[in-house]
C-alpha cells in the first residue's frame, strides 16, 4: 500500500521540501511556462471551517496550472447538512476528483481523510493541529524575501501556543543550520513543551521572553500571530489576552533595516495598518507566494507520481479513545483508532495527543 498525501510538511524528505520552494521559485518567474501542466485535471476543495487564503489561493493556483475547481466552502451546502460522514464524503469526491484540499476544524480530520481516499489529499488546516500548506508559503517567503532559510534569527510573537502555524514553522526551521527563536508571549500562551523538545533536539538555541518592544531590534524576521479567539474555551480567557502585541510604526523604529514581517493572516489588531507601507511588512506578498507554493504542490503530487510515494507503514490499532476531545476519532467513531509509540507513550496517530 502506498501513500501520496501532505498531512503533514514532515511527510515531504529534506530534498523533496526544498524542490518544492524551487519549483514554486521558478513558477513565480515563470508562470506561463506551468500554466498547462494540470490540464484536464480537478482538484476538490473541501472546506469545513471559514478560509480566504488558504482556499482561494489553492483555487488559483490549480486554475493557473490549466485545471479546474470543485467543492464547497460552506459544509452546510452539502450533505454534510444532513448528516454525512467524513468517510462517505472523501470516498465519493475523490472519484470525481484528482486531488482533493480539504479545511475541516476537527483535528486530525486530514488523515482521517486520507484513509479512504484514492487521490491525494492535501492538509488545508485541521483545527489547532496541523497547516502544512501554510509552512511551505512561509519557507517560500523567506527563501525569495531574505534569499536563504539558514542563520536566521526569527522572532515570532502572541499565540504560540494555540498558533499551529508557529508550531510548523519552528519544526521545519529546526532542519536548517543556525537558525534561533526568540518567542515573545504571555506567560499563558506560551510555546508547549513537545516544540521546546524539537528545539532542543535540534540545538536550535531560542529565549521566551514577554515584551515585544524590548526584542526586536536584532531580528531578521518577525512573524506575528493573531490571538486565535476560537481556540479559547471562554470569552473572558480571550480577552484577558487580546491587544497584548501590538506592532506599529513605533516599535518598527526598532528593528532592523533588513528585518521583514510575516503573519499568516487575516490579522485583527496585532500590526497597525500603518505599518502596512513600511517595505518590511510582507504578509501580502507572502499570501502571493502561498499561491506558488501551492502550485508547485500540486504539480509535484499529480505531474510526478512517484515523488511522494513512500512506503505506508502497518497502522497498529487499539481500543483506547483519544484523551483529546477535539480528535476525530472521537467524533467519526467508525474510525479505526490507530495509534504509534513515542518515548514510552501511545501516541494518536490522527491528532498526535496522547491517547
Ligand atoms: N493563513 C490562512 O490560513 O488564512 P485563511 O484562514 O484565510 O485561509
Not at 294 to 320: Q, S
Amino acid at each position: 500500500m502506498k501513500h501520496r498525501h501532505v498531512i503533514d510538511l514532515e511527510d515531504l524528505t529534506f530534498s523533496q521540501l526544498q524542490q518544492t520552494i524551487e519549483l514554486a521559485g521558478k513558477i513565480k518567474e515563470n508562470p506561463e511556462k506551468y500554466s498547462h501542466v494540470c490540464d484536464g485535471k480537478i482538484m476538490a476543495t473541501l472546506f469545513y471551517e471559514p478560509s480566504t487564503r488558504t482556499q482561494m489561493s489553492f483555487q488559483t493556483a490549480m486554475m493557473r496550472l490549466g485545471g479546474k475547481v470543485i467543492g464547497f466552502d460552506n459544509p452546510q451546502n452539502s450533505s454534510v447538512a444532513k448528516g454525512e460522514s467524513l468517510k462517505d464524503t472523501i470516498t465519493v469526491m475523490s472519484g470525481y476528483a484528482d486531488i482533493v484540499a480539504m479545511r475541516n476544524p476537527v483535528e486530525g480530520s486530514a488523515k482521517a481523510a486520507s484513509l479512504y481516499s484514492g487521490v491525494p489529499v492535501i492538509n488545508a488546516g485541521d483545527g489547532g493541529h496541523l497547516h502544512p500548506t501554510q509552512t511551505l508559503t512561509d519557507v517560500v517567503t523567506l527563501s525569495n524575501e531574505k534569499g536563504r532559510l539558514n542563520h536566521l534569527k526569527i522572532g515570532l510573537c502572541g499565540d504560540l501556543k494555540n498558533g499551529r502555524t508557529v508550531h510548523s514553522l519552528i519544526k521545519t526551521m529546526c532542519h536548517f543550520e543556525g537558525n534561533s527563536f526568540v518567542l515573545i508571549s504571555t506567560k499563558d500562551l506560551r510555546i508547549p513543551n513537545y516544540i521546546k523538545d524539537i528545539m532542543d533536539k535540534s540545538n536550535c538555541p531560542y529565549v521566551e521572553v514577554d515584551n515585544l518592544q524590548d526584542n526586536i531590534s536584532d531580528l531578521d524576521v518577525l512573524y506575528m500571530t493573531r490571538i486565535q479567539r476560537e481556540r479559547f474555551a471562554s470569552p473572558e480567557e480571550y480577552e484577558a489576552q487580546k491587544g497584548v502585541y501590538i506592532l506599529d510604526k513605533e516599535k518598527m523604529k526598532n528593528a532592523k533595516e533588513d528585518m521583514i514581517v510575516l503573519h499568516p493572516l487575516p490579522r485583527v489588531d496585532e500590526i497597525t495598518v500603518e505599518v502596512d507601507d513600511d517595505p518590511r511588512a510582507c504578509y501580502f506578498k507572502q499570501a502571493v507566494y502561498g499561491m506558488y507554493g501551492r502550485m508547485a504542490l500540486i504539480m509535484l503530487l499529480l505531474e510526478d507520481k512517484d515523488y511522494y510515494f513512500t512506503n505506508d507503514v502497518e497502522k497498529k490499532t487499539t481500543e483506547k479513545c483519544c484523551s483529546n476531545p477535539r480528535c476525530v476519532v472521537n467524533q467519526e467513531t467508525y474510525l479505526p483508532k490507530h495509534y504509534y509509540n513515542k518515548d514510552n507513550n501511545i501516541i494518536c496517530d490522527y491528532c498526535d495527543h496522547e491517547i
